[in-house]
């Protein structure tokens, strides 16, 4: 095309093909936050949303938009992009930026920067963002200092090549700074001239050939194996793979399982299906009420990072000498205990491994597991008939009584998010494996509740209706996000069980303090009437008063659309008094 050299025209032409160029790698959503550096970039934008298929999400509040995208991407398997201007925008995406690191979810940063020659001058909304997000990125690419206009057209291809790569090869987040000169904003024919000769089809075909490949090679590692004719737990973890690798490991935890008898003590995030043999129900509970008697030997094989429980971290520290951690290419050390020989290249290639090893397993040693695992499984059912006794004569609503009814209030396959609260702890203690039934999502990368949200509607664009457990501090801390819920097509369900306070800090046994005030320092309940504030926002709203009522108000929440509002009160002192005296009864009943 003929293109005058107005720095404005050049400026949006090249981020057209910049952007362009990561929709053929296989960019499908994009989140935008509004600026005035970012333009060039943001009118790209509107004209790939509007002739490409780009889906365009914008957001006013940069932290809510990371983490949207964060949710996208995790749903998706393919890293959403998130575009921001200059300065303390920037910023905001750390926290983002550090859970999609430690989880392991593919996300790139586009952030349009001030070019050299305002740096270091004090000049207006100039900062060293370069730097804010470099250490927890996979990489950080930049563009030309002084400004995307001096950027040639056929760098773009490789450079757009490795950026992508880079976010999917070991997945997370990748920072993308774009030094921009002014003129910033192309005028409406500017415009008009660029989109009506562009042919981006034929741009990229002439460039076709000039992507870089970054293909990392799995280099040979030592393997760590297991003795199949001896008797050994499956610890599965949080899923931390990408959505079209769960399947393969499925199967092949499967066929591990049936060629064992070993049992599987499974997190409710660890993406295994309810139909998989060998899960065993409760087992948090059961390892904390030490009346598992394994002997000496036992083998424990962990996949993925380790659940959050400490009755877990013990037992595992009596079984130092024979565990192996098998991560899904996360190459970094994923066992806070040390004990584990970790193996990076995922279940899948291992097992392949292990079945060249192991050609021939006997039948005996198999029967002698089985008679193992039939003691633990009845272990495990004398707890669950506990709980079905514990809590069927309870009639006052607490946390714990919620999270076990889960599976039998909710629609059968509807997914689970929940908040890194108190919430996905009593997830891991007192539901059953019945639950995984369903897809269940909480980042636990950094068990942080920020973004929370956002996340959820992130997940839910992808993935369609959702429900969403969240404490009320986790609630507010990401209320902005509560202005997205016109963008959603399907009903997010978020149900607020509100402690009145930061309940997880109950559970830590403080001691009385001698100076301070425990709510001030912990606790901080908010004055806050939620009926009032989701009106606000337009967000339909319920509370609920009793077990039996919110099976209805789910069902009236799941027939509307975009974000629904139901209400729990708790007693963040009762609930925690209620799980000790789950703790203490279960010991006296199991045998």
């Known amino acids: 095309m003929s293109l005058s050299l107005s720095r404005s025209r050049i400026n949006l032409f090249l981020c057209i093909i910049l952007l362009r160029e990561f929709q053929n790698k296989g960019l499908e959503h ?10 060039p970039l943001a009118l790209a ?27 996208l991407s995790t749903a998706s398997g393919k890293a959403a992009v998130v575009i921001t201007t200059s300065g303390t925008a920037v910023a905001n995406l750390l926290p983002a930026a550090v859970e999609a690191d430690r989880s392991c979810r593919s996300i790139i940063f586009i952030t349009a ?9 004090g000049a207006n909304q100039t900062v060293n963002q370069e730097e804010f997000l470099k250490p927890v990125c996979r990489g950080f690419v930049e563009g030309p200092c002084e400004g995307i206009h001096a950027l040639p057209v056929n760098d773009i291809y490789p450079l757009v090549g490795r950026i992508w790569e880079k976010a999917h090869q070991i997945p997370g987040p990748v920072h993308f700074n774009i030094p921009i000169e002014e003129p910033l904003h192309a005028s409406y024919s500017e415009q008009k001239e660029i989109w009506d000769g562009l042919d981006l089809k034929i741009i990229r075909a002439k460039n076709a050939n000039n992507v870089d490949s970054l293909s990392r090679e799995k280099k040979d590692v030592y393997f760590p194996d297991i003795d199949p004719h001896s008797f ?46 060998g899960l065993i129900s409760y087992w948090e509970l059961l390892i904390a009420s030490k009346k ?38 996360e190459y970094r050390p994923l066992d806070p205990l040390r004990v584990a020989k970790q193996y990076p290249f995922g279940f899948a290639s291992w097992h392949d491994k292990f079945l060249i090893k192991h050609p021939n397993i006997s039948l005996k040693s198999i029967n002698d597991n089985l008679e193992k695992y039939t003691y633990i499984y009845f272990k495990s ?18 946390q714990p009584l919620i999270v076990n009814s889960l599976n039998q209030l909710l629609p059968f396959t509807l997914p689970i998010m929940v908040s890194s609260s108190s919430v996905v702890r009593d997830l891991l203690t007192y539901t059953s494996s019945r639950l995984l039934s369903r897809i269940c999502f909480s980042f636990r990368g950094a068990s942080g509740i920020d973004g929370n949200i956002s996340l959820a509607i992130g997940l839910s664009h992808i993935i369609g209706p959702l429900i969403h457990l969240c404490g009320d501090l986790a609630f507010l801390y990401d209320s902005n996000a509560l202005l997205l819920s016109k963008s959603l097509k399907y009903p997010l369900i978020l149900l607020l069980i509100d402690n009145n306070g930061g309940g997880i800090f109950k559970s830590l046994n403080l001691d009385k303090l001698y100076k301070g005030n425990i709510d001030d320092l912990f606790i901080m309940p908010q004055s806050i009437d939620v009926s009032d ?16 009522d919110l099976k209805s108000t ?21 609930d925690n008094i209620e799980r000790k005296n789950i703790a203490q009864s279960l010991q006296e009943y199991i045998n």
């Not at 504030?533 to 039996?548: N, Q, R, T, V």
Request: charged share 20%; aromatic share 10%.
């Open 30 to 39: 994009l989140v935008l936050c509004p600026g005035s550096r970012s333009s």
């Open 45 to 71: 934008v509107g004209g790939l949303a509007e002739e490409y298929g780009l889906k365009l999400y914008t957001v006013i509040d940069e932290r809510s938009a990371a983490f949207l995208a964060l949710g």
């Open 113 to 121: 920067d001030r070019p050299s020659r305002l740096k270091d001058c």
């Open 232 to 277: 050994g737990i499956i610890l599965a973890g949080p899923w931390r793979g990408q959505p079209d690798g769960l399947d393969r490991y499925r199967k092949s935890l499967m066929t591990f399982q049936s060629l064992t008898n070993w049992p599987i003590f499974a997190d409710p995030l660890s993406g295994l299906s309810f139909d998989q043999p």
């Open 292 to 329: 598992l008697v394994l002997g000496k030997h036992l083998q424990i094989l962990r996949l993925g990072p380790i659940s959050s429980s400490r009755a877990l971290e013990e037992f595992l520290m009596n079984f130092p000498e024979k565990q192996i951690l098998i991560t899904e290419n």
């Open 381 to 398: 059912k004398q707890v669950e008939l506990f709980l079905e006794e514990k809590f069927s004569s309870t009639t006052n609503l607490n």
């Open 533 to 548: 504030f989701s009106s606000a926002y337009g967000i339909p709203y319920k509370e609920i008063e009793c077990l039996d």
């Open 554 to 574: 789910i069902e009236w929440g799941l027939h509307l659309t975009g974000i629904v509002l139901i209400r729990v009160c708790t007693n963040s002192g009762k």
